[in-house]
Each structure stands twice: as C-alpha cells, then as structure tokens.
C-alpha cells in the first residue's frame, strides 16, 4: 500500500550483500526526512521475508546476492498482491540483468553511483506510482533491446495513440507518477490512470518502464 498521507514518510527496503553499501544508502535517504528505511536484506531470502513483516512502500534490490539472487526474489516478490515498487541498484558491468528484471517487472533501474538527490527523487517517485530509468542505463540498454525491425513496428504502434494517449506517454516516459502526469495534464488521477492502462495495452507493454523504453526507442529513432 503505497502511502496517502504526505506527511507520512516513504518506507524502504534495502536488500544488498555489502552491509557498508546498505549503511550508506540508509544514512543518505533518511537524511531527507521523508523517507524511513524500515529493513535491510543481505539476500533474496531475507527480502521476501522483510518485505512480508514490514509491507514497505519501496524496495531497492541488487541483482547480485548470495544464496536467492536479486533477479530470483524479484520474479517472486512482484508476483505477490500488494508488492512494493521496486528498483533495481546495478553497476555498469552488470546491466546486462536489467533486461531480466524489466520482464519480471522492475518499476526502476538505478545505479548505486547515482547522486543523493536522484536517489531520494527516485524513491518518492517509485512511492507516488513512477517509474525510475538512470539516463546512463536507458542508453546501454537501448541499442541491446533493439530488435531487427522492432523500432518502425514500435513506431507504428505509438503512432496509433490518440492525442492524449500520446501525451500520457511521453509524460510517462519521463518518469513521471500518475498524479504529477494528471497535474500537468489537468487530468484527475483515476483518469491518468485509466489512460496508462490503455496506453500500456495497445503498445503491448507489461508494464510502465516497458513503455518508456517504447517511448524512448521511437523517439531516439527519429520516428515518429
């Protein structure tokens, strides 16, 4: 349950091997004073079970992790009703995971070198229903995910958008949550909702970073 209360803080999860890595995220993200790091997992195991004891608003996951690996819990855990939105932690030599973790589907991919304030940014915006790409990650992962015809098929179905449905993704491609698209848009949130869910399935995407990275392939295409 995400939070409704804005002077409620944003409860995290930390779930990553390396205990000093875990220390300094958590110092850094309750420095804000909106966040509280509610538990920490040294594994997949570990983080399925906070994550049930705890029912956190967010979770940051490391793919790599003894025992149940990150990728492994992750395929799990999003399955479970209530799930936290989720991010991947990730290093540039290990983003060849990313592509595992959007299919079992990851709500944003960060990389542990990211400034404090992207961090903090990401995780109120993964709370309020957002979804989180690095711009360092979408630009290693697009040439990867780009298919042999893929680009002009993906065009052809983002052509095929209404005019708002095209705004609502753009807006969405950006990384922005449900209530600060209907802001922008002068959208209720029930509606913006309502627009994502149609967008998502005429682009045939699973999921909100699935349909930014539609998004953002077409646009880095030059198609339109």
Known sequence: ???TDEAR?????????EAMLRRGLRVLLEEDGTIQV????????????????????VALVDVQMPGIDGLTALRDLLTKPGAPATAVLTTFDLDAYVSDALQFG?????????????LVRAVHDLAAGGAVLDPRITARLLPRLRTAGGSEREAQLVRGLSGREGQVLRL?????????????????????????????TKLGAENRVQAALIAQR???????
């Open 1 to 3: 349950m995400l939070p």
């Open 106 to 118: 990851a709500n944003g991919f960060l990389l542990k070198d990211a400034e404090p304030e992207s």
């Open 38 to 57: 509610v538990a920490e997992a040294c594994d997949g195991g570990e983080l399925m079970t906070v994550v049930r004891e705890h029912q956190p608003d």
């Open 218 to 224: 077409v646009s880095g295409s030059g198609q339109r």
């Open 172 to 200: 969405l491609a950006d990384g922005r949550s449900n209530a600060d698209i209907g802001a922008r848009l002068g959208l209720t949130e029930a509606t913006v909702k309502s627009y994502v869910s149609t967008v998502l």
């Open 9 to 17: 803080p944003v409860r995290v999860v930390l779930a990553d091997d």
